[in-house]
């Protein structure tokens, strides 16, 4: 039972919401916004739209790079149809209450998701593009509201070191992109760098905004043991931003 509902929390796209929703509360404490359930749950529920829409989309292709995650999908289309169904008529509602600016944002940033698809085929720039639609909604959104917005350079840059990590170790699971080029030994290499960057930063960056650093600290110590299996990927580097963001939120209730 434990099994099948680890299994049901990752495939899914649960986890990987949650730890949307924890970056966008570590973010909004760093720059000194109070944490809006509004937000956190817009950046919840959007990651369950984007992700579960583009896995069932492509579920023929992802049958070769995620047989175990595409076999979890096929066998629960339905389910997960409604949860995305649902979780757009509830995020949709929820983002309209967050005003033009943050509809503008993340229509943007759904555009880029529901273009993923097609947009992946270009194979150097998908690290980048996906750091930069997860940084437009766990930093754009609280940094609508920041009450220091001079920090949110900082925030983008120790955030995106860790979503950045992530999303090159995502590629090499898959034997996508860069890695698919380059071959994973060397891209593991650039990604456990820039993890291990922005984790310094940290030591650099104003008090309140510290306590970000703990992000790309995590996802660094998932990718030192890092394994190409789909659960690793999944559970414990996805799991990494989800823990550094609780951890981050951690430090800065604690000052």
């Given amino acids: 039972m434990g099994a099948r509902l680890l299994d049901a929390l990752v495939f899914s796209s649960v986890w990987l919401a ?21 937000v956190v749950a817009v950046a919840a529920l959007g990651t369950l739209v984007v992700y579960n829409a583009d896995r069932l989309r492509d579920l023929p292709r992802d049958r070769e790079t995620a047989p175990e995650r595409s076999a979890f999908v096929a066998r629960h ?5 409604l949860l995305a169904a649902l979780s757009a008529v509830g995020g ?31 194979v150097l720039a998908k690290a980048f593009y996906l750091t930069a639609a997860w940084l437009a909604v766990v ?8 009450a220091r917005p001079r920090d949110v350079g900082w925030a983008v840059t120790l955030l995106g070191a860790a979503l950045f990590a992530n999303a090159v170790a995502s590629n090499v ?3 996508e992109a860069a890695a698919a080029r380059f071959g994973a030994t060397r891209v593991m290499r650039v990604a456990r760098l820039v993890a291990l960057a922005g984790g310094a930063l940290g030591v650099a960056a ?19 043991r890092f394994r ?17 963001a609780l951890l981050a939120i951690a430090g800065s209730l604690a000052r």
């Fill in 173 to 175: 699971r898959d034997g």
């Fill in 139 to 146: 930093v754009g959104l609280p940094a609508l509201e920041a």
């Fill in 18 to 38: 949650g730890a949307a929703a924890a970056l966008c509360v570590a973010c909004s404490l760093a720059l000194g916004a109070r944490p809006r359930a509004t």
């Fill in 228 to 244: 190409a299996g789909e659960r690793y990927g999944l559970l414990v580097v996805d799991g990494a931003l989800f823990a550094g």
């Fill in 77 to 81: 289309a339905v389910a997960l149809r």
């Fill in 92 to 122: 949709t509602g929820l983002a309209l209450r967050l005003g033009p600016r943050a509809v503008a944002l993340l229509a943007a940033v759904l555009a880029v998701g529901l273009l993923h698809r097609r947009l992946k085929r270009l």
């Fill in 206 to 224: 104003p008090a309140a905004v510290a306590p970000l650093a703990a992000v790309p600290f995590a996802t660094l110590l998932a990718l030192l």
